[in-house]
């Protein structure tokens, strides 16, 4: 069947440094989101893209967030200065429609400190 | 305001028992999905129920929706001690330009002892 991949599953970085979130969506998807967990906490919507642009940011999605399909199957968040606040578990999601089914990758575990 | 909440916060039950968690939420939607997430790990999605439908089943999960009283529930039935996990609605709202994103709930956390 199917599934989102994301890599990695672990992230370790100091504050201020730059990290990329890597994401492979179902092949034949054309919908791509980005959610974050902070632990203990619920799931927050980040960001949706489609046809290659931002459809729909988050108020957590500010200008130290952006996101890239850089090649017909990859899909990742750039976190360009990385807070303490940031530590949290990244999921990427993919649909093949709007309001479809929204298929959720592993996580990346980030950890900021 | 919150969107999709979830009660109870924590169920705790023995095996072979059922489990309802239920969700409430605020604003129109056209889908309500049900999510499963073992501790530390990612999202599994359970099933998606649309505006216009009033139950489904999957195996041992029923879920309903009254989007006149804005909630969904969710059965699981011959509950097994793999069914422990935490379990949350997710709300795609009726927004113009809405692109599918999601608002979730705190979620249930659910225990079933052996």
């Known amino acids: 069947e199917p599934e989102v991949t994301q890599t990695p599953s672990h992230q370790v970085t100091q504050m201020g440094q730059e990290v990329i979130l890597r994401c492979v969506p179902i092949?034949?998807?054309?919908?791509f989101y980005w959610y974050r967990q902070i632990l203990g906490q619920k799931v927050e919507f980040l960001v949706s893209?489609?046809?290659?642009?931002?459809?729909?940011k988050s108020e957590i999605f500010d200008d130290q967030f952006s996101v890239e399909r850089p090649d017909g199957s990859n899909f990742t968040l750039k976190i360009r200065s990385t807070k303490l606040e940031d530590s949290a578990m990244y999921f990427c999601?993919?649909?093949?429609?709007?309001?479809?089914?929204?298929?959720f990758g592993p996580g990346t575990r980030l950890l900021v400190l | 305001s919150q969107q999709g909440e979830e009660d109870p916060q924590a169920l705790s039950i023995q095996e072979g028992e059922n489990a309802t968690m239920n969700c409430s939420y605020k604003?129109?939607?056209?889908?309500l999905q049900w999510y499963r997430q073992n501790s530390g790990r990612g999202l599994v999605h359970l099933i998606l129920?649309?505006?216009?439908?009033r139950e489904k089943h999957s195996g041992r999960l029923r879920v309903t929706l009254d989007t006149s009283k804005k909630s969904s529930s969710l059965l699981i039935t011959a509950s097994r001690a793999a069914d422990t996990a935490s379990y949350f609605c997710a709300t795609d709202r009726v927004r113009g330009g809405s692109q599918g994103n999601l608002i979730f709930g705190k979620g249930t956390k659910l225990s079933v002892k052996p």
């Open positions: 604003t129109s939607i056209n889908n």
């Open positions: 999601a993919s649909a093949g429609l709007v309001g479809e089914t929204q298929y």
């Open positions: 129920i649309r505006s216009n439908e």
């Open positions: 893209f489609y046809n290659n642009e931002i459809s729909e």
């Open positions: 092949s034949n998807h054309l919908y």
